[in-house]
């Protein structure tokens, strides 16, 4: 550690003014327990953690009681635990009023030095406030729950909902009385949002060859830096066709099975202990997300196939289905699901021997709180009669009665049945979905 350029990064922070924020709607508890806030790369962590500052200076927190370290600054590169410590000490040498009150510490990618853990943990012990961001979750939450037992509560942050879509784009709209060219201008809206996503950057691009060609430096990113060179992976032509089946197979079912088979057919050698622990790999950096079919028997729950869901629609362009808006409104609802997930909830989807297949169902702690369909051609009778039948008798099983399928305009309810199964249907647009409370 170069003591004179902490120093100068130390007080660059105190000097520097917070760049200019979108409020993001994630609410974080008053706790004195460590904060970590997990997400994908270029979601918006680092401006969530100056959200955070901000809100503390407005409360009344001097800034000289804040220390921002950032790990992958080329200052704090290659710094280990041990000077983590040094450097809150040069805080208090620089700035000796705030040895005498409440520091709060946010640490941006902490995994970046050795023995993160450790150092945490010190600091905890000593009374800071502590705040993390990283974009692995197994190093956020699985390997906290280890090391820091009992000490963290940890955030999900994806990339901007709908509704902060609309508040970065500056635009307002009262969901509760649309006109009709107001609501047309929401559908545009949602149009692009189901098309490139809620990554802060690309959402603020105009041009839109150039927003594509962000994505695409996006997903190499995830590829090389947060895979291939964390997990120091060889193979990199094997990841990408993992990743790229993947993105194809985004809200739909993955069969590890079939991937095997597939790269046998092409005379590509790996064994499905690699590609399990790839999908793994993926999961843990946040870049999908792996869905559970509904059983009540926790080996049928393993033994069957999981549901794959993006971190962000834009991803979907890199894959070759990614005009499939029915598939591209099923991710967004199941990340909306994710934002607003019950401590206590767990999502999955459901599935019967005939095939039949309700997309999302909602458990709080024991009981199933909600069947939910997500379709866009629901004029289209025999699709509208598949997804009806696949709730009521899914109903008619789990005796849920929160009935809703998710459209990408039509409202309204209709009393549905089937031979002897009953049920009232919900129908809510997507941008309501969305938008509500």
């Known amino acids: 550690m170069i003591v004179d350029e902490v120093k100068e990064y130390l007080m660059d922070f105190q000097k520097g003014e917070l760049p200019g924020l979108i409020e993001r709607d994630l609410k974080i508890a008053d706790t004195n327990k460590i904060v970590s806030i997990i997400g994908p790369r270029r979601a918006g962590k680092t401006f969530f953690l100056y959200q955070k500052i901000k809100h503390l200076l407005e409360d009344g927190i001097k800034k000289e009681n804040i220390v921002y370290l950032n790990f992958e600054e080329p200052r704090l590169i290659g710094i280990g635990f041990k000077e983590v410590r040094e450097t809150i000490k040069l805080q208090w040498q620089l700035y000796p009023a705030s040895s005498k009150s409440e520091l709060y510490i946010f640490m941006d990618e902490p995994q970046n030095i050795k023995d993160w853990a450790v150092a945490v943990r010190g600091l905890h012990d000593e009374g800071f406030k502590i705040f993390l961001t990283g974009s692995s979750s197994k190093l956020l939450s699985r390997e906290i729950a280890t090391s820091l ?10 990339p901007f909902s709908f509704r902060e879509y609309l508040k970065a784009k500056k635009l307002r709209f009262d969901i509760a009385r649309l006109s009709s060219v107001e609501k047309a201008s929401l559908l545009q809206q949602l149009d692009k949002y189901l098309e490139y996503g809620g990554f802060p950057e690309i959402i603020l691009e105009q041009d839109s060859y150039n927003r594509m060609k962000i994505i695409s430096e996006y997903f190499n990113l995830v590829v ?25 197979s985004f ?63 834009a991803f979907a362009n890199v894959g070759e289905i990614s005009k499939n808006i029915g598939k591209r409104m099923e991710n967004l609802v199941f990340l909306e699901l994710a934002r607003r997930a019950h401590p206590l909830g767990e999502i999955f989807y459901w599935k019967n021997l005939q095939q039949e297949e309700v997309d999302f169902l909602i458990k ?62 919900i129908f809510i647009p997507l941008w309501k979905f969305l938008l509500e409370e």
């Open 251 to 313: 809200s739909g079912e993955f069969s590890i099975h079939k991937a095997y088979l597939s790269l046998k057919s092409q005379g590509i050698r790996a064994s499905k202990n690699t590609l399990y622990s790839y999908l793994s790999l993926l999961e843990d950096s946040v870049f999908i997300f792996t869905l559970q079919k509904f059983s009540r028997s926790i080996r049928k729950k393993q033994l069957s196939l999981n549901k794959v869901y993006l971190c962000d629609t």
């Open 149 to 158: 037992r009992g000490r963290t509560l940890s955030y999900l942050l994806l």
């Open 364 to 425: 709080e702690k024991t009981s199933i709180k909600e069947l939910m369909q997500v379709c866009y051609e629901i004029n289209n009778i025999t699709t509208k009669q598949r997804e009806i039948r696949a709730l009521l008798k899914a109903a008619t099983e789990t005796k849920c009665k929160n009935l809703t399928i998710i459209t990408y305009d039509h409202e309204g309810s209709e009393e549905a049945s089937w031979f002897n199964m009953r049920g009232k249907i």
């Open 224 to 248: 090389y830096k947060d895979i291939v060179e964390r997990y120091n992976i060889r193979n990199t032509q094997l990841i990408r066709w993992v990743i790229k089946t993947l993105i194809n």
